[in-house]
């Protein structure tokens, strides 16, 4: 598909993340402090959220859908409305609309505009999916030979995270206090984690409930759209806390979402297949179709009044299992699933040492501090930016999430230190 002309003059500029093409779904701040909901094209938002209240875009029949501010009561509304929501905002966008004129006075800048969480995020389940992750996870810490657990390649390995730690990009994140113990420690200390990382995924926003197992397709067509998600991990209060029941407190600190959903609809021309299969997956988990897709990844780190390095470009298409096998395999057990739930896909690693989804691979344990400008890393320090990107590439035209911005500050001091 080619790019598809909008008369917003920056929506059709080939580096732009958010041409016609996309249309993807955040929540913004007015000048009143209000929520809106916004759909991004180019360098603007569009205030739906108004246009519904003025009388000019119908989302459904009956009551007015968007007023809340965020898009959990269209996710609600499901599949069919979905697709004409997309049709129509398309057609007010496109190059011919009938009336650019009153439009244009829906129109926000995005700089300058705080955006907000732009759904409430029900629960939050976090897998661990990507093979070369996986592998250099499970290398460090039983050699190669025992890497992956014997159930890896059988199934999406997950948890159950906090939905309440869920924070939207630009929001700080504080460096968590926690129980410590290294190796050569006889006891624990308390204080402040000294291995803090970043995990590079992309979230699968659930948009219809489901009681009971659903198909992978189903599981497919249930995903409202993706978004950029950084799952913030203390390395070290994981190491002590994790066995034998996973993480608990090294993962509850924060998980910073991209504050726009790219629809699934603006991803279809990228869907790419999941690898070759080492186990013949059971029948539950096959997928029938290619379900997965092809996203450029990139992570930045900016030390505090410092430049940014690139310190990682990777691709989603590396995943070992899609959000739709994920999602499928969640539903098996009988557990229901709501509209708003959010699926992590796990960090995000690809083969090449510079395609590591975390600062523990980039740094092999801390073994093996990188380069970055003026100076080097191990884990995050106090002051750093990290900025998650993604964009799905089209021919001259790319289909964008935005970024996914945290910047850490120091732990809060306990009153008994
Ligand atoms: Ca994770």
Avoid at 26 to 39: K, P, Q
Wanted: proline share 8%; hydrophobic share 40%; charged share 20%.
């Amino acid at each position: 598909m080619p790019l598809m002309k909008s008369w917003v003059d920056s929506a059709n500029a080939p580096d732009t993340d958010f041409p016609l093409n996309n249309l993807p779904y955040g929540s913004f701040l007015t000048g009143d402090g209000e929520a809106h909901c916004g759909v991004a094209i180019g360098d603007a938002i569009l205030d739906v959220t108004a246009l519904e209240e003025d009388g000019l875009l119908a989302v459904a029949d009956q009551d007015e859908v968007l007023i809340f501010g965020d898009w959990t009561e269209f996710m609600a509304l499901g599949p069919k409305v979905w697709a004409r929501f997309r049709t129509d905002v398309t057609a007010l966008l496109a190059e011919d609309a009938p009336d650019p004129v009153t439009l244009a006075a829906y129109m926000v800048p995005q700089i300058g505009t705080r955006m907000v969480l732009p759904f409430e995020v029900r629960e939050y389940t976090d897998f661990y999916s990507s093979k070369h992750h996986a592998f250099n996870v499970g290398s460090m810490f039983r050699g190669p030979e025992n890497a992956l657990p014997p159930n890896w390649l059988h199934m999406p390995i997950g948890y159950n995270g906090r939905a309440s730690s869920v924070v939207v990009s630009g929001t700080d994140v504080i460096r968590p206090n926690g129980q410590i113990k290294g190796p050569d420690d006889d006891v624990p200390r308390f204080g402040p984690s000294r291995r803090f990382d970043i995990e590079l995924e992309i979230g699968a926003v659930v948009g219809q409930p489901s009681s009971g197992p659903i198909s992978v397709a189903q599981a497919f067509e249930n995903i409202f759209g993706y978004v950029l998600l950084n799952d913030w991990s203390a390395r070290d209060i994981q190491a002590w806390e994790y066995q034998p029941l996973g993480p608990f407190q090294s993962k509850a600190t924060a998980t910073t979402i991209g504050p726009w959903i790219v629809p699934a609809a603006a991803l279809e021309p990228f869907r790419a297949s999941t690898p070759e299969r080492e186990n013949v997956l059971l029948p539950y988990l096959r997928e029938p179709e290619p379900m997965l897709y092809d996203i450029a990844l990139e992570v930045g780190l900016t030390p505090d009044g410092g430049t940014e390095t690139i310190v990682s470009r990777t691709n989603y298409r590396e995943m070992y299992y899609s959000a739709a096998q994920q999602l499928a395999h969640h539903t098996v057990s009988g557990c229901p699933m709501r509209v708003g739930d959010l699926l992590g896909s796990g960090t995000i690693s690809g083969p090449d040492p510079h395609q590591r989804g975390s600062l523990l691979e980039l740094s092999w344990g801390g073994k093996e501090p990188f380069g970055i400008e003026g100076g080097t890393r191990s884990f995050v320090e106090d002051g750093d930016t990290l900025t998650l990107r993604g964009a799905a590439l089209g021919d001259g035209y790319r289909v964008g999430f935005g970024s996914c911005v945290g910047t850490v500050r120091p732990a809060v001091k306990l009153p008994e230190e």
